[in-house]
């Protein structure tokens, strides 16, 4: 039997054969939001289709967010910005694979992180898609949201706007934007601004 098909617990894989295995399947993701997103607006039109794929995107980037917030809990920790990265299902690896590489800057004294190479927005833009595979990354705003409503996680710069890497901000959320987001029938992308 091929040995790589039954690994075991304890088993070391490659630094380089686990990035290229996240970068497969960062690419493969982002392929299937973009053509998820082509086949809904072509069906819809532009304005239903996107209004859609927000709220599927809300949806999806709430069920990351409460199961982060509940494994923090779980380990007798509060649902604070320090804390985020304590969840374990829906975090990235601390190595490169979806994107090159990530560091933590400060920019006009407000510490943001930024992540360089995004492989999804590498394959937006080699299948023309960029500003509907951009629609994906709301997941971040919206995944912070719903582990501490009181705090979003912004793109102060993004790769499928044209930037040369994507940069993020955590910021105190308003009132307005914690009723809207959590609303069925409201507009939630502006609170990534």
Not at 17 to 37: F, H, I, K, N
Not at 49 to 62: C, N, P, R, T
Not at 112 to 140: F, I, M, N, P, S
Not at 156 to 166: L, N, Q, R, Y
Request: charged fraction near 30%; aromatic fraction near 10%.
């Amino acid at each position: 039997m091929d040995k790589s098909l039954t690994a075991k617990t304890g088993d070391v894989v490659p630094l380089s054969e686990a990035m290229a295995g996240v970068s497969c399947l960062g690419r493969m993701l982002g392929l299937l939001q973009l053509t998820y997103a082509r086949a809904i607006v072509e069906r819809l039109g532009e304005e239903e289709g996107i209004e859609l794929i927000s709220k599927v995107i809300k949806k999806y980037a709430m069920t990351c967010g409460q199961t982060m917030r509940e494994e923090v809990l779980a380990k007798g920790m509060e649902a604070v910005p320090e804390n985020y990265y304590e969840g374990e299902s829906y975090r990235l690896p601390n190595f490169p694979g979806v994107h090159e590489c990530r560091e933590i800057v400060e920019v006009n004294g407000e510490k943001r992180r930024r992540a360089h190479g995004c492989v999804l927005a590498k394959l937006w833009k080699e299948q023309g898609g960029e500003r509907l595979g951009r629609l994906y990354c709301y997941v971040d705003t919206a995944k912070y949201m719903a582990f501490n409503p009181n705090y979003k996680l912004i793109h102060t710069k993004a790769m499928p706007d044209g930037d040369e890497f994507c940069e993020f901000a955590l910021r105190p959320s308003t009132e307005k934007e914690r009723t809207d987001f959590f609303s069925e029938d409201k507009e939630w992308l502006y609170i990534d601004k």
